[in-house]
């Protein structure tokens, strides 16, 4: 299957709405997940879901019902893992940390600060809680407003905002400790 | 959210994930476009949709419809109606056919029949 295989108005829009969103989205995924395969599959059930239930709605309500989709999977996926870590109490993690998860020492280095830097300011975005993390990369990153970000997260206007400001206080706290 | 009005640290996070997004990996960006692909391609059929859902449904209707097959061929069949004899319902048929039978002879038969029923009850009494 090719790109050019798509062909239809409808699906080219859809088209250029995924490729859009779907890096992003991805990326979203992995800083909650800490999992490339998670996030990945995270990313394949929105689309499918949206491709399959909410391509006929308008355009302008695609990013937000995306993201909503998004965000439930995130939500639904940490459900699942606090489960199975009560279920597996007595096993250990096998599953391979992201780098930017691992040791932030391992870096050549030429590159080791700026690498440093990015690695340990995803580790933070890490560290928030699901609901602040998503709603700093929805509202910050994403550029969605605070309406949107309700919509997708499905809470109220005031929730978003003191989750926001919650992260970016969080935020800047940690990357002023690193910068010390 | 505008940049000018972004704090500084919240401009250096977006920048840092703008950055993952440009360095992603080339395998993942790959697994992306094949997946966005197949969702364009679930999404399609959805037109022909009552033809779809005939198929999907086709085995569930297959046993209804075998089911209820065998639920007919089951239940008691009606008793069969006696056949009159053939002789008894054609109006040409047999020795007195022609001999039509006259509506006064009955209606003295239960004449008869009444005043004998009167004259066994004065009888009794």
Redesign the interface.
């Known amino acids: 299957?090719?790109?050019s295989?798509?062909n239809?108005p409808n699906?080219i829009s859809?088209?250029v709405f995924?490729?859009a969103v779907?890096?992003?989205a991805?990326?979203m995924a992995l800083i909650s997940t800490g999992n490339?395969e998670e996030a990945?599959d995270i990313?394949?059930d929105a689309?499918?879901k949206?491709?399959?239930h909410y391509?006929?709605k308008a355009t302008e309500q695609w990013k937000p019902l995306f993201y909503r989709i998004v965000q439930n999977l995130i939500m639904d996926w940490h459900r699942k893992q606090k489960v199975r870590r009560i279920m597996t109490f007595w096993r250990e993690e096998d599953s391979t940390p992201e780098p930017w998860l691992a040791s932030l020492n391992d870096c050549p280095e030429t590159i080791l600060c700026k690498h440093q830097?990015?690695n340990a300011?995803?580790s933070i975005?890490h560290e928030l809680p699901v609901k602040q993390q998503q709603c700093?990369?929805l509202?910050?990153?994403e550029?969605l407003s605070v309406k949107e970000t309700a919509r997708a997260m499905n809470c109220s206007e005031g929730t978003i905002k003191t989750h926001f400001s919650r992260a970016?206080a969080k935020?800047?706290q940690c990357?002023?400790a690193m910068n010390e | 959210m505008s940049n000018k009005t972004r704090p500084d640290h919240e401009r250096d996070v977006c920048a840092i994930l703008d950055r993952q997004v440009t360095t992603m990996d080339s395998s993942v960006e790959d697994k992306l476009t094949r997946m966005r692909l197949k969702a364009l391609a679930v999404q399609r059929p959805s037109k022909s949709r009552p033809l779809m859902n005939t198929a999907k449904y086709a085995p569930v209707l297959s046993v209804l419809i075998f089911a209820s097959i065998l639920f007919l061929s089951q239940e008691p069949m009606e008793e069969a109606v006696i056949v009159m004899p053939i002789s008894m319902v054609l109006p040409d048929s047999g020795n007195n056919a022609n001999i039509p039978v006259p509506t006064e002879d009955i209606a003295m038969l239960e004449d008869m029949e009444f005043v004998l029923w009167l004259a066994s009850n004065e009888a009794e009494l």
Do not use: H, P
Request: charged share 30%; aromatic share 12%.
């Open positions: 299957m090719d790109e295989s798509v239809k699906e859809l088209n995924l490729m779907e890096k992003k991805y990326n490339r990945l990313v394949q689309m499918f949206f491709a399959t391509a006929d830097k990015s300011t995803l975005l700093f990369l509202r910050a990153w550029g970016s935020l800047k990357i002023e």
